[in-house]
Structure formats: structure tokens, C-alpha cells
């Protein structure tokens, strides 16, 4: 009834590659080809609303509806994301990433631009020239002294201190804000660091007087007389120094040809008295630098400029008409000999003579920014050469002949540690050692004249502002390009690697 038998197999002929052949579409995919289209756009009619026109009822009605805002739906999204937030706040607060990142938001500027020329025209008719400059505590006033640095006979003619506030509206760059009336030529002046109205000035005849600026009447406030303790030589410099025995008392150091360095604290009276002194004399100076035999016996220990070095207030730096830099200790306690005459013993503080210029030195300045492993400062002259010292040798690490003209002042940059300026006979000079140690990256013509300049400094408070004074009686603000102004990176241990080559 049952038997095993094979039935021939069934055959099902597909269909979809002839279809896909037939469409000329790819064999690879079995599914239909996907449409697509451009969205990124969400409108069909778009309209310029970049205009001031009045716009139409109808889009003003639709600006005016409340917008309709889900505060549940907000008040939850913000509860959730709290704590993830708050956990990435603190690990931002605690990361020291961009720890010594200083924000620069000054628009990069390569031109030096003259933004006043200052004068007072009843000076320039006595033909007297400007002596010295100085910025005040808030840097926004810029005052001069008006004498004479080329006549060396005693000088009995009055003479004046202007001042001028730059951020004054109005300012007229020929009718100072103030005016003072000196009887003798000012050979120097000096701001108060912290208190803007007090200036000191040192005089041909070798007084010293303080005024307050803000007092119109009479300026005067602090004077030293003439005294046996006085200067008998103009003086040439005047400092500020802090009285460490009397925070509320401060101190004036000056410096003049007679070879004496005075520290003067105030009296009650009005009065200047002789604290203490140093006195340079040629037997002391330490014999490290080979000079003349003629000149040793004859050279002449005048102080025309000192500088304090800025990591230790007991070492300074002074410049002498002998043409050496002397490096001097406050804490000497040699008398100086022969003993000068006077109400306080003086001291003689030369340790190391540097080699000397050609010529008698005009300008010290030390770095404010190099530690005390180099000491730098530089030192200018007659000779016409710019010299870097170390204070740890008496060769200097190099000389520069910039001009065949005296050298009057040099000025190391309060930001940059690789510039100074330099006011020559010539006009005034930049130099940015970064970009070249042979020649100044910018010189500055002062007037058209080419008159001698003698006297500059940096505003420490407006960095991008110098000044400077010349013959022809004229003070110059400039503008420093941020070349002159931006630090760049590891800049400060660029000219310690520098001097440390040289040194080896």
C-alpha cells in the first residue's frame, strides 16, 4: 500500500535582477533609491530687515506678542544639568593652564609718533635750554627745568620749572599749567614716587629746594640754604629715598662736580639738613682700571650721575668727569680724606672702578630688571659710546660707539629688558638689543636743527610714553611704538644669556 518514491525538485525563477537590470540601477542594493533634498534653508521668501526704515503694522504686531516662554520646562533642563556644571566650573578654578598669561588687548602699532612739543617762550627768548624732565607719581604731568649745560661760568640768571598736565582738556603746548620762578639755573629735578605735587630740584649754585606744586602762591616748601653743608658745585642729580628710621619722612640724595653724594631729611622749619654724605676722592678710587699717569694726578672726581642698583638699596653706581663708573656701598664707613669741611663726617664708598670712557661720563642707569647674579647698567659720555657694564667685572661687556657727538643721558626701558634710549647730540635713540647690538632700531630727530638733547625719561605709569629735552628748549612726548613696549617671550633671560656668553 506504501512504497518510497523521489519526486522531481520545484523551481522558483527570481525576478528582481531583471527589474534592477531593466532600471539600470546598481545590483548591490536590494532597496529603492532614496530621495534627498536641500534644507537648509527654513524659509521660501526671505527679506533684507538690514535697514532703518519704519517697518509695516503687521510685522510691528508680531514683534510686539509675548514671547512664550516653557519656565517648567526650563526650571527642569537646568536642574539637571546643575551638578555637571558646577563639578566643570571647579575643575576650571583649580587648573593652573594659563597661570602667567597676561591679556594684551593694544592694538599692535610699529611708528613713533611725537604727540606734544612742549615750551614756554619767555625761556626760549633768555635762550635757555632744558635741562632736566621728570614725570610725577601719576604719570599724567611732565615737568622741565630751564639753565644752561654749556656755559661754565657762574651762573647768576633766573631760570624756571614748567609743568604741564597732559590729560587736561584744552592743553596748550606753549602756556604751562605752572610756572616757577628760580634764581638760579636748575640743573636737575625729580617728582616725589608717591606724592604727585612735590618735585626737588638741584641748582648751578648748589642748593637744593623742594617745591609743592600745588600751592601757587608760594611753591617753596623745603629748602638747604647755603651753609657749609651745601654744594659747591651745580648738582647734577637729585633722588627720592625712602627714610627707613621715619616712614612719614622721606629723603633727598643729590650729587654734584664737587665731588660730594648728600642725603638731606626735612626739618619743621622748612629747612633741608645734612643727614650724612660720601665724598669721592681720587687717592681712594680703587686702582682696578689703568688711567693716565697724567690724568690719575689731576682727574677730576666730580659726580655728574648716580643710579641705585634695584635688588640691593646699599649699592649704587656713579658717574665721574674722570670718565670712570664707580661702583659705591652706602654702608662704607672709610673716612673720606683729605676731610672736607661740613656738619657730618663723609665717607668715602668706592669699591670697583669700571674701565673708563674716553671722556667724562654724563649718565649712569642700572636694569630694574636683572638679578643680582649680573648687575647690569649702562654708562654714557662724551666719547660718544654707550658701554654695558657688569657689576661683577670692570671690562665692560660691550662698548658701542653710537655718535661722534657727546652722549647726554641713557635710560633703560621701565617694561622692556632688552631697550634703553639714549639722548645725543644728535637727536634721541632706541635701541632694542633684541634686534641689534651694533646699531639703534629707531633714532629720533628732536628738531630740525639737530640741536643737542639733553635730558629724557620713560613714564613709568604710561609706558608708551617718552620724553625728552634739548637746546633749543623744547620737550618732546613721544609715543613708543609695542615694539617698544611688549615684552616678548623669556625676554628677561635673554640678555642674562647674552652677558653670561660674553662674560665666558
Not at 533684507?48 to 503687521?58: F, H
Not at 618735585?199 to 651753609?227: N, Y
Amino acid at each position: 500500500m506504501f512504497a518510497d518514491r523521489t519526486a522531481p525538485g520545484a523551481d522558483v525563477q527570481s525576478l528582481w535582477r531583471s527589474a534592477r537590470s531593466a532600471r539600470c540601477e546598481a545590483k548591490t542594493c536590494q532597496t529603492g533609491k532614496i530621495s534627498t533634498a536641500e534644507a537648509a534653508a527654513q524659509s521660501h521668501t526671505c527679506r533684507d530687515a538690514a535697514v532703518q526704515t519704519e517697518q509695516s503694522k503687521d510685522a510691528a504686531q508680531d514683534f510686539q506678542q509675548e514671547v512664550q516662554v516653557d519656565y517648567t520646562g526650563l526650571l527642569s533642563f537646568l536642574q539637571r544639568v546643575e551638578d555637571a556644571v558646577i563639578k566643570e566650573l571647579n575643575k576650571n578654578w583649580k587648573s593652573h593652564a594659563f597661570d602667567g598669561f597676561e591679556v594684551n588687548w593694544t592694538d599692535q602699532d610699529e611708528t613713533v609718533l611725537c604727540l606734544h612739543a612742549l615750551s614756554y617762550p619767555e625761556a626760549q627768548d633768555q635762550n635757555l635750554q632744558v635741562t632736566s624732565v621728570s614725570w610725577n607719581a601719576t604719570g599724567s604731568v611732565i615737568a622741565c627745568s630751564y639753565g644752561r649745560l654749556d656755559d661754565g661760568d657762574w651762573s647768576t640768571e633766573k631760570s624756571y620749572v614748567c609743568t604741564w598736565n597732559l590729560d587736561r582738556r584744552g592743553l596748550n603746548p606753549q602756556h604751562p599749567d605752572l610756572v616757577v620762578d628760580v634764581p638760579s639755573s636748575v640743573m636737575c629735578l625729580a617728582f616725589h614716587p608717591s606724592q604727585p605735587s612735590l618735585i626737588a630740584g638741584g641748582l648751578f649754585s648748589g642748593e637744593l629746594v623742594v617745591w609743592d606744586t600745588s600751592r601757587t602762591e608760594d611753591p617753596v616748601i623745603w629748602r638747604t640754604g647755603m651753609t657749609d653743608d651745601t654744594h659747591t658745585d651745580p648738582v647734577y642729580q637729585v633722588n627720592w629715598l625712602p627714610d627707613t628710621k621715619h616712614r612719614n619722612h622721606t629723603r633727598l640724595l643729590s650729587v654734584a662736580t664737587d665731588g660730594k653724594i648728600l642725603v638731606w631729611r626735612e626739618e619743621r622749619d622748612g629747612r633741608l639738613a645734612l643727614a650724612e654724605g660720601f665724598a669721592i676722592v681720587a687717592q681712594q678710587i680703587p686702582r682696578s682700571t689703568r688711567l693716565k699717569k697724567v690724568a690719575w694726578g689731576e682727574a677730576a672726581v666730580g659726580v655728574t650721575s648716580l643710579s641705585f642698583s634695584p635688588f640691593d638699596a646699599g649699592v649704587f653706581v656713579v658717574g665721574v668727569e674722570g670718565g670712570c663708573a664707580l661702583r659705591c656701598s652706602a654702608a662704607a664707613q672709610a673716612p673720606a680724606l683729605p676731610r672736607p669741611g661740613g656738619s657730618v663726617p663723609l665717607r668715602a664708598p668706592a669699591e670697583l672702578a669700571f674701565s673708563p670712557h674716553a671722556g667724562p661720563v654724563y649718565s649712569v642707569s642700572c636694569s630694574p630688571f636683572h638679578r643680582q647674579v649680573l648687575n647690569l647698567f649702562l654708562s654714557c659720555g662724551t666719547d660718544g659710546q654707550v658701554h654695558l657694564h657688569s657689576m661683577l667685572q670692570t671690562q665692560p661687556l660691550f662698548a658701542l660707539q653710537l655718535s661722534k657727538k657727546y652722549l647726554f643721558c641713557v635710560c633703560w626701558s621701565p617694561v622692556r629688558p632688552l631697550v634703553f634710549a639714549v639722548a645725543s647730540g644728535e637727536g634721541v635713540h632706541l635701541f632694542d638689543l633684541a634686534r641689534s647690538m651694533q646699531k639703534p632700531t629707531v633714532s629720533l630727530k628732536q628738531s630740525m636743527s639737530d640741536c643737542p638733547v639733553y635730558c629724557l625719561e620713560f613714564n613709568t605709569k604710561h609706558t608708551r610714553l617718552l620724553a625728552a629735552g634739548d637746546a633749543a628748549g623744547t620737550v618732546k612726548v613721544w609715543q613708543l611704538s609695542s615694539d617698544f613696549t611688549e615684552q616678548g617671550p623669556r625676554e628677561m633671560s635673554h640678555l642674562e644669556q647674552l652677558a653670561s656668553e660674553i662674560m665666558d
